[in-house]
């Protein structure tokens, strides 16, 4: 059996004669270049619409452009991602740009093949969310394609960068939990494996400022990290892990909001109450941490204004590859809600 | 300023030479070709891991295959999605093919926008997850590309379907409340405004089949639906709506977890407890659901299994576009945790 005929396909010639304008008209709103008015772009648009007329991404992409941006996530579980999402697709809703995600890549050879994958399907730019290649990688990555790196501190010539400050995020939830009282205060970290990557991942900066925060402190004695992984079962067997020493912590830090719910899990399996017996921060203030049962106190680090700034520079990129790179720096802040209280209370 | 050049392309002669193999060998190796035996594939693939080599997928798909897979999803923040994602990856695992997301699109027009971007981009096959464009759409996304089509029901000549049994979750649903002395048992729907599409979604299948249950435990009096959205915010909107009723009912049964999370953010906001004062019931069995402090009775619809029969479909419709369609349903079973009891328990 052959498969069925596609129908014809509707061409920039169907749109023109039907829209009532030339095909100069209809190219110069699909090309959005100047010197179309409002009203011509608003009947191009209808008779694309009606005619359901869609440019070959191919032919377009022949002429430089195929008007998809790829995004690469290193985990669609984490319930933080979506927020960074919103914040480029709100960004791109007003342009010819589709998103397409890679999906869950935890590890360097899996962001190899997802990144070669979108190089090779000729995406006009990439924006690649907590990468664990090397700089190298990246740097080649962002001399093939317009590049900008999320929550990955460290700058490069190349390719622009947005993170938020995650030694600060990390201070706000030490002095916040130093405020009640609390001295014994954990932090299950996720664990690098690369010195040479260590000091630009953001779970390494947010270790890294929990240190800094508890010595500034005079708290250096209690400094207390487990290394798991910023997953639901890596909160939970980093709590595990901290439940079971001889002199347990009053409060963990948990350093995304996906370990703090594995913390959760791990504290409701030992008969313990929170924050009666243990404090619990997390990090990123996802839908979940407001979520009634839980009202998790956590940092919140404008995931939406992340995705905004990359999408931005994107395109600007895009529009201009040899410009200067830019770092953008946001500052979280502390929202808390009902799994902080003071220790024992 | 110009962009910086590429390096040279690795060809498959550089790898033919690294491997100290033909070049015919490394192609039968990237084509899976029969002939190539288990040591060859090894030597061929290290050699092409060291050297970093790739297939142009423009190339390969001059010579019809891209081996890129595109999913659609209706929305990332629903943590039942990344369960069929994982069944659709698993299965993928050992084959060359990469799988890129279209974001959440919930609606017909950003569905649209996405499954034309994908066919633009050469996928050689589509996965549509809980899809509301019309049949004639997805009859004819499914006579340009192969095509599986999850979670909705009903046939069609020229794609597959998986889903679960919906009508047979709900009805579990009902009767495990009712076997626990409720009566006054109230669901939350996703709204679903096209009448032709409507006997095809989940969504409405999990409504139908609450109303059936109803009605043959002979509680038709007491059916209660409100609609809104399978989203938190719908489930927050329509457990207010319920629990302003003057006789309120004493169980919930929400048609996702992402919508009982919801409920019981309006539960909490009210100062009411559950299941003391109400018992409520999710739907997918997300790790969600299974978290210590939420430990919510959901139905588990399996989705690895889900994504794992999708994909096998969808790779068989591929090798052979004209075989006939063939539909999957999967039953599903109930996960009894602690958010449903006896009605004031």
């Known amino acids: 059996m052959e498969p069925p005929a596609s129908p014809r396909r509707v061409t920039i010639v169907d749109v023109a004669r039907h829209a ?91 962001e190899l093949r997802v990144t070669e994958a979108m190089i090779d399907r000729g995406m006009d730019g990439l924006v690649l969310v907590a990468p664990v290649s090397s700089r190298d990688r990246l740097d080649h990555v962002a001399s093939v394609l317009p590049t900008v790196v999320v929550g990955r501190h460290g700058h490069s010539p190349v390719y622009d960068t947005v993170v938020a400050d995650d030694v600060a995020g990390a201070a706000l939830v030490v002095e916040h939990l130093a405020g009640l009282g609390h001295r014994r205060i954990a932090h299950v970290e996720h664990h690098e494996t690369d010195p040479t990557r260590t000091a630009e991942m953001p779970n390494a ?32 067997l980093g709590a595990k892990e901290l439940l079971a020493r001889a002199l347990r912590p009053t409060a963990v830090f948990a350093g995304a909001d996906i370990v703090a719910m594995g913390v959760l899990e791990a504290v409701g399996e030992a008969g313990l109450s929170v924050p009666g017996d243990l404090s619990v921060v997390g990090y990123d203030n996802t839908t979940f941490a407001a979520l009634g049962p839980i009202s998790l106190t956590s940092v919140d680090q404008a995931g939406r204004e992340i995705g905004r700034n990359a999408a931005r520079l994107l395109l600007e990129r895009i529009a201009d590859r040899g410009k200067p790179s830019v770092q953008v720096k946001l500052s979280p802040t502390l929202v808390e809600r009902r799994t902080t209280a003071r220790p024992g209370a």
Do not use: H, W
Not at 48 to 66: N, S, V
Not at 225 to 231: E, G, H, Q
């Open 20 to 110: 009532q304008v030339s095909t100069t008209a209809v190219s110069k709103v699909l090309r959005n270049a100047y010197g179309a008015s409002p009203e011509m772009r608003a009947k191009v648009r209808r008779a694309i619409d009606e005619l359901g007329y869609r440019p070959l991404a191919a032919a377009r992409g022949m002429r430089g452009r195929t008007y998809t941006i790829g995004v690469m996530l290193p985990d669609i579980r984490n319930p933080f991602f979506p927020e960074i999402l919103d914040g480029i697709t709100g960004c791109l809703e007003d342009t010819d740009y589709q998103v397409l995600l890679g999906p869950g890549c935890n590890g360097e050879k899996e």
């Open 205 to 236: 900066q947010r270790a890294d400022g929990y240190r800094r925060a508890m010595r500034s402190l005079g708290l250096d004695a209690e400094i207390d990290v487990v290394s798991t992984t910023y997953t639901q079962q890596g909160g939970y």
